[in-house]
């Protein structure tokens, strides 16, 4: 089944973070798996990059060329995406992490998060 990768997710991936668990990484890496990556995460990294809680690097400036030199696909946000993502009840604030749970339910992916509240939206998830 075709993934969708959280924004921690994506950057513990292209950092080779430890908090990516193994499994997960096994699973992302597998050659027939199709692995997406929400417009919503270009502009949450940007964010929190000129905020500065994120350092400029890569995936702020040239975030589509490193998904797509990592094998990702970018899934854009269309309007259909938005307006579930504002329908979705509060169970969870954040409006990135709101359209990445819209995206993945639409479109039958699973999202790839450690974020246990995102089950509350009935979405399949993966970690651990």
């Known amino acids: 089944m075709p993934l969708l990768l959280d924004t921690h997710a994506l950057i513990w991936h292209a950092f080779q973070d430890g908090r ?3 499994t997960v990484r096994e699973s992302i890496a597998q050659p027939e798996e199709v692995v997406f990556v929400s417009a919503a995460s270009a502009w949450e990294i940007a ?3 000129r ?3 994120l350092p400029a690097g890569a995936l ?3 975030f589509v060329a490193v998904v797509r030199q990592a094998g990702f696909r970018v ?3 269309g ?3 938005a307006q579930d ?3 979705l009840p509060e169970h969870h604030r954040d409006p990135f992490d709101r359209m990445l749970i819209a ?3 639409r479109r039958g992916l699973v999202l790839v998060s450690n974020e246990a509240v995102f089950d509350a939206y009935g979405v399949q998830r993966l970690w651990a």
């Open 20 to 22: 990516l668990p193994q």
């Open 47 to 49: 964010t929190k990059a």
């Open 103 to 105: 995206q993945a339910r």
């Open 85 to 87: 993502a504002g329908g």
């Open 79 to 81: 309007a259909q995406d």
């Open 75 to 77: 899934l854009a946000i």
């Open 51 to 53: 905020r500065g809680a």
């Open 60 to 62: 702020a400036t040239d």
